[in-house]
């Protein structure tokens, strides 16, 4: 099998992408790189490195010869769909694709372009971890590669990894992991330890891309052939933001305005209301969506991810009707902080009785978890606006909604707390819970009367702003 057909190779990894790609110039081997300090770079065969490892020079010289590459990476630019980029891959044939200080300099100088060039990355990422050839040397590449991603972020460029087989090490705790989307090839082995160094009674599902989806540190698995045009629509998406505050959503389904307080309550909770997915299938064209907390933790229940309207991206967070866990809301918490970075107005739809209330939320952090969605949200620098398009239940709901910003739905309620439960705390028998909902002043007419809402979409004209 030639290099380039091999799927361990840098180049094959390329060749999914792009049929683009410009290498980058290397900088100049020898001391300095583009740190200041000492670099391994190859320049004599067989220099055997910081540590003087025995052999370690003719190791390169093999890796080199049998790869065609100068090191475990390459870099350079390349179009992915409509979207130029920085591209770095990694060649697991190349000493198993670990970090040394010579992938230390091109990953830096890598991310220098970017920022240069106002470029996204877009990191293949299949390495085994840091070379043990070059000691501590090696592993302070991480702070290196760590920086220069901060710094990439804070420039407000996105990254995108995509998870290969396998990635390990501080490869996948810094490029892998510290992306803002992050994507995985089907059956990879992903996790920080490699297969070597796990207990020997580890649960090898825990290690996979499938295993990473399920506890939301990776955001999907495409497979290879699908690759190309998954990165290039969510490099469009993440790359062209809408200008001004998201437009809310036209009202789907009933249009009539409740009479009665219980009946708001009945009518946001009627199974043959439109949910969040008919709002959002109406209102993008294109849409991907993150996956997961990365703190270990899925919400089924909820859905955030980018979408396209007239050409420009949207972020969105959607409840789905169900009581919001603590991993629904850091996952809301962070779509809305990647929105903010990127310069993308974020839309988020209301739909909840409320944040989950059992022993399992409250042991995964409920109160912390709505805490910093309530802070996101608060603390955003581009504008979020929220529809109603449900049951708005209690702080679970208001985490999500946008201050001076939010509008319902005729078929929606928004209440300090369900009726049900109001009832409860002040004694009243069930059959007072219809009486309760009315006191509580929960219909849409309600709100714009209270002042807690900006208005009622589709039966007054809504407001104007970039959709």
Same mark, same amino acid.
């Given at each position: 099998?030639?290099?380039?057909?091999?799927?361990?190779?840098?180049?094959?990894a390329?060749?999914?992408?792009?049929?683009d790609? /410009?290498a980058?110039?290397?900088?100049?081997d020898g001391?300095g790189g583009l740190?200041?300090?000492?670099?391994?770079?190859?320049a004599?065969?067989r220099?055997?490195?910081p540590?003087g490892w &025995?052999? =370690?020079?003719e190791?390169?010289a093999?890796a080199?010869?049998r790869?065609g590459?100068r090191?475990?990476?390459v870099c350079g630019?390349?179009?992915v769909?409509?979207?130029?980029a920085?591209?770095?891959?990694?060649d697991?044939?190349?000493l198993?694709g670990?970090?040394g200080?010579?992938?230390?300099?091109l990953?830096?100088?890598a991310? +220098?372009r970017a920022?240069?060039?106002?470029l996204?990355?877009?990191s293949?990422?299949?390495?085994?971890?840091?070379?043990m050839?070059?000691?501590?040397r090696?592993?302070s590449?991480l702070h %290196? +590669?760590?920086r220069?991603?901060?710094l990439?972020?804070?420039?407000?460029l996105?990254?995108v990894?995509?998870?290969?087989?396998?990635a390990t090490?501080?490869?996948?705790?810094?490029?892998?992991?510290?992306?803002?989307?992050v994507?995985a090839l089907?059956?990879?082995q992903?996790g920080?330890?490699?297969?070597? +160094?796990?207990?020997?009674?580890?649960?090898?599902?825990a =290690?996979?891309?499938?295993g990473q989806?399920?506890?939301?540190?990776v955001d999907?698995?495409?497979?290879p052939g699908e690759?190309?045009?998954?990165?290039?629509?969510?490099?469009?998406?993440l790359?062209?933001?809408?200008a001004?505050?998201a437009?809310?959503?036209?009202?789907l389904?009933?249009a009539?305005?409740?009479?009665?307080?219980w009946a708001?309550?009945r009518?946001? %909770?009627?199974?043959r209301?439109p949910?969040a997915d008919? =709002?959002l299938d109406v /209102?993008f064209?294109?849409?991907?969506e993150?996956?997961?907390?990365?703190?270990?933790g899925?919400?089924?229940g909820?859905?955030c991810?980018f979408?396209e309207?007239?050409g420009?991206? +949207?972020?969105?967070?959607?409840q789905?009707?169900?009581?919001?866990r603590?991993?629904?809301?850091?996952?809301?918490?962070?779509?809305v902080?990647l929105a903010?970075r990127?310069?993308?107005?974020v839309?988020?739809?209301v739909?909840?009785?409320?944040?989950?209330?059992?022993?399992?939320a409250?042991r995964?952090g &409920?109160?912390?978890?709505?805490a910093?969605?309530?802070?996101a949200?608060?603390e955003?620098?581009v504008?979020?606006?929220?529809l109603?398009i449900?049951?708005?239940g209690?702080?679970?709901?208001l985490?999500?909604a946008a201050p001076?910003?939010t509008?319902?739905?005729?078929?929606? =309620?928004?209440?300090v707390?369900?009726?049900?439960?109001?009832?409860a705390?002040l004694?009243?028998?069930?059959?007072?819970?219809?009486?309760?909902?009315?006191?509580?002043?929960?219909?849409?007419?309600?709100?714009?009367?209270?002042?807690?809402?900006e208005g009622?979409?589709g039966?007054?004209?809504?407001?104007?702003?970039?959709?």
């Open positions: 099998m030639s290099r380039r057909e091999d799927p361990a190779s840098a180049r094959a390329l060749a999914l992408v792009t049929d790609f /410009h980058f110039d290397a900088p100049p001391p740190s200041g300090a000492p670099s391994t770079g190859a004599a065969p220099d055997d490195g540590l &025995a052999g =370690y020079g190791a390169l093999r080199r010869d790869t590459e090191e475990a990476v630019t390349g179009r769909g409509e979207v130029e920085v591209l770095i891959s990694f697991f044939g190349f198993g670990s970090l200080q010579r992938t230390g300099d990953l830096e100088l991310h +220098v920022r240069a060039l106002r996204p990355v877009v293949l990422i299949a390495t085994g971890g840091s070379r050839q070059e000691g501590m090696a592993l590449q %290196r +590669v760590a220069q991603s901060a990439t972020r804070a420039d407000g996105a990254q990894a995509v998870v290969r087989d396998p090490g501080g490869g996948w705790a810094t490029l892998g992991a510290g992306a803002d989307v994507l089907p059956g990879a992903v920080f330890a490699g297969s070597r +160094v796990r207990p020997a009674d580890a649960d090898p599902a =290690y996979s891309a499938e989806l399920g506890t939301g540190h999907g698995i495409v497979a690759l190309r045009t998954a990165v290039g629509r969510w490099l469009g998406l790359t062209r933001p809408a001004g505050p437009r809310p959503p036209a009202a389904g009933d009539r305005l409740p009479d009665s307080g708001a309550v009518g946001a %909770r009627a199974a209301r949910r008919a =709002y /209102h064209g294109v849409r991907e993150l996956s997961g907390d990365r703190c270990g899925v919400d089924a909820v859905r991810g979408g309207r007239f420009r991206t +949207v972020a969105y967070a959607a789905l009707g169900t009581p919001t603590p991993a629904g809301f850091r996952t809301v918490a962070r779509l902080r903010g990127l310069g993308t107005p839309l988020t739809l739909d909840t009785p409320g944040a989950a209330n059992d022993a399992a409250e995964a &409920a109160g912390a978890a709505i910093e969605c309530f802070a949200v608060a955003s620098p504008p979020v606006t929220t109603v449900g049951q708005g209690s702080g679970g709901a985490a999500l001076g910003r509008w319902v739905t005729p078929n929606s =309620y928004f209440s707390i369900g009726p049900e439960w109001a009832a705390i004694k009243r028998a069930p059959q007072e819970v219809p009486r309760t909902a009315d006191e509580l002043r929960v219909r849409p007419q309600d709100l714009v009367a209270l002042g807690v809402v009622i979409v039966l007054a004209r809504t407001p104007g702003g970039a959709s």
